[in-house]
């Protein structure tokens, strides 16, 4: 199906490393794919939420390519790794994810958002294969992370769980109470990651109900806690290394991240938590993205 220019949409994301294929095993490659496609699909779809596509993009990367163990061409492999993008909001980045390592077809993308699509504005397990659960209300991810990784440990299963929240998201009751049974039944085959690009809908989170000392909260909740930069791929590794080998209670990863990083105008911009890029401001951002491949 033609998208542009003659160009599958596949072709039209992935033309900047033509005539050779992106190698989806590189983080960083990966990342750039997930802005790319992440600022398509939200252009064609009229979609939001890029700002947190985009701050998102080496968490998720870093994940499929060097830490969860699963099998894009077996989705329902028992002993896979689970995980739960409990901000739901992102969701292109977790599609966008799953079409380049091999759940999907990158084709797909070009249909998020569209009427009757399996590719719903925020995540949805159903028809994607590789999505574990539905998400979009926030702060239920990590409850649910929570009875996942008591059903591992009960049963003896290998699998880990990993939960990915926003920092926003962070102000919901239900994340603390989770953390605490968390540390309750010493969870330590649960994984927590805080998208912490310090903005949450309208502001930035410190001046809407503030966090720090974000570090010393986790802590004082029993878990195992680990703070990096989240656009640093080798120390992203580095971190899910650490809280992997970590025994006795849940690890928790601060990534410090940029809101809408990798496009000058939407770094730290609130406005590209709702708005759509469209018109120059689209042309814009791709010539921007363009420019960084790696």
Known sequence: MEYRDGMTYEAWVHAAFEPGKPDVSDPRVLAWLIRRNGLEMTHVSHGSHVGAVFSLAEIMAVLYTRVLRVRPSEPSWPDRDRIILSKGHAGAAMYAALAETGFF?????RHHYADGSHLSGHVSHRGVPGVEFSTGSLGHGLPVGVGLAMGARMDGAPWRTFVILGDGECDEGSVWEAALEGNQFQLDNLIAVVDHNHMQS????EKTLKLEPFDEKWRSFGWHVLRVDGHDTEALEKAFEDAAAHRGSPSV????TVKGKGVSFMENNILWHYRTPQGEEYEAARRELEAQRP
């Open 202 to 205: 309208l502001d930035f989170c």
């Open 105 to 109: 077809p990158v084709e797909e993308l």
């Open 253 to 256: 990863i601060i990534a410090d």
